[in-house]
């Protein structure tokens, strides 16, 4: 029993902050608690029926494809769009469910207007990596071949690993927040595409932020200005916010 015990006192300290957070804006409003993430889900899958119309998939293609090979002035008009383009080579449920559960917590744990922030830096880091390796040559350290500047390099992937990432900082989650980098790294190695480069190419932009955020709690804990004692999160645990 004592294993047990143990591995329950892991699991609060590890999820407890961040599950108490989300249940408790879920219980208190509902769906009311994640309307940017909600409309992000009914966008992503308009998209998707677009793109799968004959009548529709330039208007897609025009508005939300982003590939290394584009010039870099379009491709960053269409970036923040096609983190809501599903990957043509991914079934759409999976985007869908993504959006829904990672955003869904981080717009909750964080707020909404943080979470596009650090789901466009992530996607954006992801998309620039692209370039740059693709300049670099499938002989530099971090460069990648030719034909990767071809790819199709659309979807909430990135994003949703940086929010995954960041949210685990903030909430102190560091066994889960280390596992989905495990599993990012796994991805590359067993699968050496560009997606996957991608992956790691935006927590590392992701982790510059955890490092910001970390320095600035700390300013603010001397100062004395860190959270109030009873508020049931971790030092550096943001509020809920609407």
């Known amino acids: 029993m004592r294993p047990v015990r143990a591995l329950g006192r892991a699991a609060r300290r590890e999820w407890g902050p961040l599950a108490g957070t989300v249940r408790a804006a879920l219980v208190s409003s509902r769906l009311r608690a994640v309307p940017m993430t909600l409309a992000a889900v009914c966008l992503t899958a308009l ?25 870099l002035g379009e491709a960053l008009l269409r970036t923040p769009l096609s983190l809501f383009v599903p990957a043509p080579d991914l079934p759409v449920w999976g985007a869908l469910a993504q959006i829904l559960v990672v955003f869904g917590t981080a717009e909750i744990c964080l707020g909404r ?13 992801g998309t620039l990596y692209a370039r740059i390796g693709v300049a670099l040559g499938p002989d530099g350290l971090f460069g990648l071949p030719a034909s990767d500047a071809r790819v199709v390099d659309t979807g909430p992937s990135a994003a ?6 960041y949210v ?8 889960t927040g280390g596992l989905v980098i495990a599993a990012m790294v796994v991805e590359v190695i067993c ?38 004692p009873g508020t ?11």
């Open 47 to 71: 998209l998707q029926t677009v793109q799968n119309r004959s009548w529709g998939a330039g208007a897609v293609h025009g508005l939300g494809t982003v590939r290394a090979g584009d010039p």
């Open 113 to 125: 207007w943080r979470t596009l922030v650090i789901a466009y830096v992530a996607t954006l880091a």
């Open 160 to 165: 949703v690993v940086g929010l995954a990432v």
């Open 168 to 175: 685990c900082c903030v909430y102190r989650a560091w066994f």
């Open 191 to 228: 699968e050496d595409n560009l997606a996957g480069k991608e992956h790691l190419a935006a927590i590392a932009a992701v982790l510059v932020l955890c490092a910001v955020t970390v320095g600035r709690d700390r300013r603010l804990r001397r100062r004395g200005q860190g959270l109030r």
């Open 232 to 242: 049931g999160t971790r030092s550096g645990a943001p509020p809920i916010r609407s």
